[in-house]
T-cell receptor, first 111, second 116 residues
Framework: QKEVEQNSGPLSVPEGAIASLNCTYSDRGSQSFFWYRQYSGKSPELIMSIYSNGDKEDGRFTAQLNKASQYVSLLIRDSQPSDSATYLCAPEYTGGFKTIFGAGTRLFVKA | DTGVSQDPRHKITKRGQNVTFRCDPISEHNRLYWYRQTLGQGPEFLTYFQNEAQLEKSRLLSDRFSAERPKGSFSTLEIQRTEQGDSAMYLC??????????????FGDGTRLSIL
């Protein structure tokens, strides 16, 4: 079992729709969770962090966390073509106090 | 805050040569991480430092790879006797210690290594 699992996609949504990105993780001790966006050929940039069960909203982005199910998701409302990128899920790995990245989900927003 | 800086941006070398990359973290960050990323994959953890101490190194990391952070500021990653499979983007990130919801890792632009 991989430490962090994401659907590789591509996930294709029309402009203005809601994009839903999912992630499961194996380390039950993980406390903090990060979503990074990575454009092709660029480095990852942080867009959301969450550490409490429930929802956290920031503009068009909502992160959802369920520690009992070891599941974290990212919703992007009113998707724009500029949201087309790979989204990386990254739980904090408590075993070594480092962050483990998933392989990412490619999102394509059609204009 | 000038961000994380990596040098060079691109490196092309022949198989068997040694290469060295440099990373300058955000000045107040005491943690520094090295990752490797290949096409279609997420960043793969290589090693990290807290100040000048190398606290963890991936078990998958060949002994051809070595990293230093001599004064707790900039870091270097050296790959000896490069192989075709070393071709990848090498990413450096820094953070305050330990990472937390308000203390994420900040990434540099990476060094793209191509082995001929």
């Amino acid at each position: 079992q991989k430490e962090v699992e994401q659907n590789s996609g591509p996930l294709s949504v029309p402009e203005g729709a809601i994009a839903s990105l999912n992630c499961t993780y194996s380390d039950r001790g993980s406390q903090s969770f990060f979503w990074y966006r990575q454009y092709s050929g660029k480095s990852p940039e942080l867009i959301m962090s969450i550490y409490s069960n429930g929802d956290k909203e920031d503009g068009r982005f909502t992160a959802q966390l369920n520690k009992a199910s070891q599941y974290v998701s990212l919703l992007i409302r009113d998707s724009q073509p500029s949201d087309s990128a790979t989204y990386l899920c990254a739980p904090e790995y408590t075993g070594g106090f480092k962050t483990i990245f998933g392989a990412g989900t490619r999102l394509f927003v059609k204009a | 805050d000038t961000g994380v800086s990596q040098d060079p941006r691109h490196k092309i070398t022949k198989r068997g040569q040694n290469v060295t990359f440099r990373c300058d973290p955000i000045s107040e960050h005491n943690r520094l991480y090295w990752y490797r990323q290949t096409l279609g994959q997420g960043p793969e953890f290589l090693t990290y430092f807290q100040n000048e101490a190398q606290l963890e190194k991936s078990r998958l990391l060949s002994d051809r790879f070595s990293a230093e952070r001599p004064k707790g500021s900039f870091s270097t990653l050296e790959i000896q006797r490069t192989e075709q499979g070393d071709s990848a983007m090498y990413l450096c990130a820094s953070s305050l210690a330990p990472p937390g919801p308000d203390q994420p890792q900040h990434f540099g632009d990476g060094t793209r290594l191509s082995i001929l």
